[in-house]
């Protein structure tokens, strides 16, 4: 890990500085292919980086191309391309690191829920897993039956909620919001305004409105509640309610 590191670096400086020929790209894109696996160590992931994944020519044709792209411009603008190239790169394996970690968390969770099913929180934290990782619908799975064994568990209820919304299901949505909404607790501002989002995308202005009047009431500094009674009822052609809220 430390001399992927050193080299990645020395790569760094160098882009920096010099124009290359066509055999250094080669010979550079060749030292990336080798240290895609010491990456993979480095963000402690169980499964490899390799090229083959991703395929020689596609990787191959992109490098030449970036290497001839970064020959042809000025030392300024070549930092700053070869710092946005960077940056994109970073994105993308914090990004591969997440869905590993979270791949991860499932099978630890469904593990943990073998051994003691009546857990809510179990359920409940298997459900986030999956809902991290991006499965939906096992999520969705692991959320209900946690509320099968606690129905009044607000975070599995407000989940569903946002998993609703995602899959444009606003009527669910707005049902699993609802329930959320009647437990007490600090979490009830953001479940009201969640909860008059999704009675807007189902067409019910005032019940929006209601919802987040109410969201206000509970926060009485919650920006965001002002911002949206102040859209709608700006959109509604209701200049003078709507000016309380500016």
Known sequence: SVFCAGFFSALFFGFMRRVFSGREIFLLFSGIIIFLPAFSILLRRNDFFTADRYGYLALGAFAIFAGDLLNRTAEKKRIVLFSAAAYLVILALVSQFSAGKWKN?????????????????????????????????????????????????????????????????????????????????????????????????????????????????????????????????????REEESANFA
């Open 105 to 237: 968390g499932v099978l630890l969770m469904e593990s943990e829920l073998s051994k003691s099913p009546f857990d809510d929180n179990v359920s409940y934290y298997l459900g986030v897993a999956y809902q991290e990782s991006g499965d939906l619908d096992r999520a969705s799975e692991a959320y209900l039956r946690c509320l099968s064994l606690n129905p009044t568990h607000c975070r599995a209820l407000m989940n569903l909620g946002v998993i609703c919304q995602t899959k444009s299901l606003y009527s669910d949505a707005a049902g699993y919001f609802f329930a959320a909404s009647k437990i007490p607790g600090s979490h009830r501002p953001y479940v009201l305004v969640n909860l008059g989002e999704s009675y807007l995308r189902l067409g019910k202005t005032e019940e929006a409105l209601s919802a987040f009047r109410n969201a206000l009431k509970e926060k009485s500094d919650f920006d965001y509640a002002a911002s949206r009674i102040y859209a709608v009822l700006k959109s509604e052609g």
